[in-house]
């Protein structure tokens, strides 16, 4: 064989095996701060160290920062992890939750301290065995996760209202009907998905199931439209805006019997 065709193929071969090495998931909190002393920018570490314990979740993505590899061990779409399945087995199942630990072991480190993992998991599974328990009750329970539940639509706007001090909302009334429905989807319609358990279940997600609407966003949109049609005092037409969904639904799923 050619020697420099041997060389390259020697190359080749150590690249992928050392790229295979860079992508697996580290199997302890342990190798992942050990991995992350080496993939984290100085200028990150430097932040992390000066950074309360509660605020560290905010420099990761998707947490308003832009680091990703803790993200990409804990992410829901990663079945392989594991540290996520090392977390989960110490009853961590928030992938925020995880993010979090693993940030707070590292911060430990950076500091020169030998981080306690056991006393860093506990204050997380506390909350976590908590939540199990509301979940128990969540299609009837007011609070899930310490955040309120409305149980309706004017409910809704009662708690939206509180949010909202009086110059967003008449900038919410200068936009046209689509425009705020537009803007607030993945902004405040997320949050209300996300918080008000409109994914996993709530009291809140059943008032819609009962009126024959499933998907969150759905709901979601509902909720903006209408809660603009409330603030500029017009008709809500509730019945209205179910029927579109649910006309929408059908329509798609007679689309895909003819595929």
């Not at 009086?166 to 993945?186: G, I, L, N, P, Y």
């Amino acid at each position: 064989m050619n020697r420099q065709l041997f060389i390259l193929i020697i190359l080749f071969l150590t690249s992928q095996f050392v790229y295979g090495q860079k992508i697996k998931t580290p199997k302890d909190i342990q190798s992942a701060v050990t991995y992350l002393q080496t993939d984290c920018p100085d200028s990150l570490k430097l932040t992390i160290k000066e950074t309360p314990d509660d605020k560290l979740i905010n420099l990761c993505y998707p947490w308003d920062g832009k680091y990703k590899t803790i993200f990409e061990w804990t992410n829901r779409d990663n079945k392989k992890s594991r540290i996520k399945k090392y977390l989960i087995d110490k009853g961590i199942t928030s992938n925020k939750h995880q993010q979090t630990i693993i940030l707070i072991a590292f911060k430990q480190t950076l500091l020169g301290q030998v981080f306690n993992e056991e006393e860093i998991i506990k204050p997380y599974k506390v909350i976590e065995n908590k939540w199990r328990e509301e979940d128990k009750v969540r299609f009837t329970t007011e609070s899930i996760r310490g955040v309120y539940i409305p149980k309706g639509l004017e409910d809704c706007f009662k708690q939206i209202d509180s949010f909202w001090d009086d110059s967003t909302k008449v900038q919410v009334k200068q936009w046209t009907e689509k425009e705020f429905s537009v803007r607030a989807h993945m902004g405040f319609g997320m949050w209300m998905r996300n918080n008000w358990q409109l994914w996993g279940g709530s009291r809140l997600s059943k008032y819609f199931n009962d009126l024959g609407i499933y998907h969150p966003d759905d709901m979601s949109g509902i909720i903006l439209k209408s809660y603009h049609r409330y603030l500029s005092e017009n008709e809500i037409k509730l019945e209205e805006q179910i029927k579109y969904y649910q006309d929408y639904w059908e329509n798609a799923n007679e689309q895909n019997k003819k595929k």
